[in-house]
């Protein structure tokens, strides 16, 4: 076979094989509907008229090239001061103009003209040729500190007055107020107190000759005005040997004195005697109780009376307690077995405790002793002049 014919076979074959491929081929298609216009039966708005040319009834430029912007416009008239001659600014007035100026002030004198420059170069000291002063004279003195406080001088100088114009007056009334004000005085100082004071109360035992003694006070007022009854004495067994009591005035002199005077009864020994009684009771320096009185009797016997203690505080509760107690005799009473001059000394040295303030047992050692003339009354008397005792009692106040 020639090869002309064997092509058309293939280009045969290849066709058929590509109409058996296409379900179209053969088929006629029809034509594509056309798109549906969405404007159809619609009536369109009539264009917009242009806006009018602002350079309509201007005249063109006709010169090829004249590129004035403005051809045919009217243009401003021109600056009314074109060509003037413009006068010059005038100069701001002067504020000073016709003012004398003050001459300016002399400079201060240089303190340092008079002196001599240093010369020596490279000395570096700022005083060379400076008149040094003197030295202090208080260089090396201890200088006492100004006084503050408590070591300024206590002043002289009288208390203000007390206010009268209360403002509660006007509310309540100066009747009621004045009622008011005297029970606060009353409460803070002016109401009367009472206190039982028994300092002594004990026994001094010794061999077959016991004896006791004691010594207390009763106090009844205020803090100026008070009424004191004392008493004291002593007795072997149950005989009373010497025994008295004191009542008297006692008045505030001082924040820590008070001046009595009062009637002094004896009830033993006898026979009895009556005294006028002037003393003075206090506190004194460093906390020394003190006492002392002058007596005349109702037969013109004077006699004095001198006592001291001191508390000793050892601890809170722990007291020693020294007492001491002159008598002394203007003139000799016989019956009374007192001679004049310095008659009776009595010691003594108590140790106390103090359960409470209010009650303290002690115990301790007393001396007595006669002296003088009294002395020689006793011995006379058949009585001892010196007696020593070992005592324990109680102090108690209430």
């Avoid at 026994?203 to 077959?208: D, E, H, Q, Y």
């Avoid at 000759?209 to 100026?224: K, L, M, N, T, V």
């Avoid at 009373?240 to 505030?252: F, I, N, P, Q």
């Amino acid at each position: 076979m020639s090869r002309p014919l064997i092509l058309t076979a293939l280009l045969a074959l290849l066709s058929t094989a590509a109409q058996a491929q296409d379900p179209h081929a053969g088929h006629e298609m029809p034509p594509p509907a056309a798109a549906a216009d969405p404007h159809a039966g619609h009536v369109m708005p009539a264009p917009p008229t242009p806006a009018a040319d602002p350079h309509a009834d201007h005249a063109t430029p006709t010169a090829p090239g004249n590129t004035d912007p403005h051809p045919g416009h009217a243009m401003p008239a021109k600056d009314p001061h074109a060509g003037h001659e413009m006068p010059p600014p005038a100069a701001a007035a002067d504020p000073h103009a016709g003012h004398v100026m003050p001459a300016p002030p002399t400079p201060a004198a240089d303190p340092h003209a008079d002196h001599a420059a240093q010369t020596a170069p490279g000395d570096t000291d700022p005083h060379l040729g400076h008149a040094m002063p003197a030295k202090d004279p208080h260089a090396g003195h201890m200088m006492s500190a100004p006084a503050t406080g408590a070591q300024l001088p206590v002043g002289a100088a009288p208390a203000p007055t007390a206010a009268t114009d209360h403002l509660a007056d006007k509310l309540y009334g100066r009747a009621r107020m004045d009622q008011a004000r005297a029970v606060l005085r009353r409460e803070h100082g002016g109401m009367a107190l009472s206190r039982t004071m028994i300092d002594r109360l004990e026994v001094r035992p010794a061999s077959g000759r016991d004896s006791y003694a004691w010594g207390g006070e009763f106090r009844f007022g205020g803090d100026i005005d008070r009424l004191v009854i004392k008493s004291e004495g002593e007795g072997v067994r149950g005989d009373l040997e010497d025994a008295e009591v004191e009542v008297l005035y006692s008045h505030a002199i001082g924040p820590y004195f008070d001046l009595q005077a009062g009637v002094r009864q004896d009830i033993e020994p006898r026979p009895r005697r009556t005294h006028a009684v002037v003393g003075f009771e206090g506190l004194a320096p460093y906390w020394f109780e003190v006492e002392g009185a002058l007596f005349l009797s109702d037969k013109g016997d004077l006699s004095a009376r001198l006592e001291g203690s001191y508390d000793l505080r050892l601890t809170q509760r722990l007291i020693l307690e020294p007492r001491g107690e002159v008598n002394l005799a203007a003139q000799d009473a016989r019956a009374q077995g007192v001679g004049s001059g310095l008659s009776k000394v009595e010691l003594g040295l108590r140790l106390r405790y103090e359960i409470e303030r209010q009650f303290a047992p002690y115990v301790g050692v007393s001396l007595e002793r006669r002296l003088g003339r009294t002395a020689d009354f006793a011995r006379a008397a058949g009585d001892e002049v010196s007696d020593t005792r070992f005592v324990f009692g109680l102090r108690a106040w209430f």
